[in-house]
């Protein structure tokens, strides 16, 4: 478990969360087998380096800014302590306690310098964007006219305009061009079937009502983090107050470290929140799960109940909105975490 989970975790104890449970897993055409099984070894491959780096990025900037309120705590405490009076047992050790500040602020810079470096962020994306277009390839496959010439050997590109991001995958471009032959082959005269039709409506429901339960779970738990954090903050700034009104009474370094450290530790909650957009986040998943189930709707409404042969073109239809509103779900993540990167932390 990556530290930035570990976090969310703790903050999140006591919550309760009332995740909805899994859809079952739908299984695609016969037809699409071979497809979604020259395609599986690229897309764990970029699947586990989107994993690896957005670990890194997410788990860097809640370092930084709990290790900067980690730091002020280090720089008051000697001073609650008393170990800054020379007649104190431990004032020789208050060297030690400086070295071990300057390690604290010495592991964010460090953190910092490696992830600007190694582009902890600009990895996760591209990796991200890989991934998630690999997995939708035999998805989208079907909707191809693989008889026709186009200029783009990406496949997307021959049915939506994705975006100018999403244009520039020269890794896309080489896997469609390395399957288009497998891919012709097994689609000949495809929407000439009606049970292969039949088949890929409901295997595309399924998808998508697994993407729905995704994004509904990141609503629910976003939220839930949002409004933990937030009452994680009001309850250190009251502490902080009822601190600063101590002391017109009781005069003790323990009241400044604790009005010192407390709004620290709350600043940096605040930060890391706004680093990681929950609001955002939880708001978006929310809408694009209630335009998930609209879009299974209106795939379902192009079965017929009775089993009859369904209508391809409306099939085909339907099911290129959906894609279409998983891309520009992806396009609006993208545009949205791209802002955000250690720099500003």
């Not at 100018?164 to 896997?175: P, T, Y």
């Not at 706004?274 to 795939?299: N, P, V």
Request: net charge neutral.
């Amino acid at each position: 478990m990556a530290l930035h989970q570990v976090i969310q975790r703790v903050l999140l104890v006591g919550a309760r969360l009332h995740l909805p449970p899994p859809p079952p897993p739908a299984s695609p055409p016969e037809r699409l087998l071979p497809l979604i099984e020259a395609l599986a070894p690229a897309h764990l491959m970029f699947d586990a380096r989107a994993l690896h780096y957005g670990h890194r990025y997410r788990s860097g900037f809640w370092a930084i800014y709990l290790l900067s309120a980690i730091a002020v705590l280090f720089a008051v405490l000697p001073l609650a302590l008393g170990w800054d009076d020379r007649r104190h047992l431990l004032h020789p050790n208050l060297r030690l306690w400086a070295i071990a500040e300057v390690l604290v602020i010495g592991t964010v810079s460090l953190i910092y310098w490696l992830g600007h470096r190694r582009d902890w962020q600009g990895q996760w994306l591209r990796a991200r964007t890989a991934a998630e277009l690999i997995w939708y390839l035999p998805l989208v496959a079907p909707l191809i006219d693989f008889t026709q010439r186009e200029p783009s050997a990406n496949w997307y590109m021959r049915v939506f305009d994705p975006g100018n991001h999403l244009r520039s995958g020269d890794e896309l471009e080489a896997i469609c061009s390395k399957n288009e032959s497998l891919a012709r082959t097994l689609l000949d005269a495809a929407w000439s079937d009606p049970a292969f039709v039949s088949k890929y409506a409901i295997w595309t429901t399924g998808i998508l009502e697994a993407q729905a339960h995704y994004h509904h779970r990141v609503s629910i738990k976003q939220h839930a983090l949002l409004h933990r954090v937030h009452s994680v903050n009001i309850g250190l700034f009251g502490l902080t107050a009822l601190g600063a009104v101590a002391h017109l009474w009781v005069h003790t370094v323990w009241l400044s470290v604790l009005t010192t450290f407390f709004p620290a530790l709350g600043a940096s909650l605040h930060g890391a929140l706004a680093q990681s957009e929950a609001y955002r986040l939880g708001s978006t998943s929310e809408r694009l799960w209630g335009e998930l189930q609209r879009a299974i709707g209106s795939i379902r409404a192009t079965l017929d109940p009775l089993g009859a042969a369904p209508d391809a073109s409306a099939v085909k239809e339907s099911v290129m909105a959906a894609i279409e509103l998983i891309l520009e779900e992806h396009q609006d993540w993208h545009m949205l975490v791209r802002p955000h990167h250690l720099p500003l932390a």
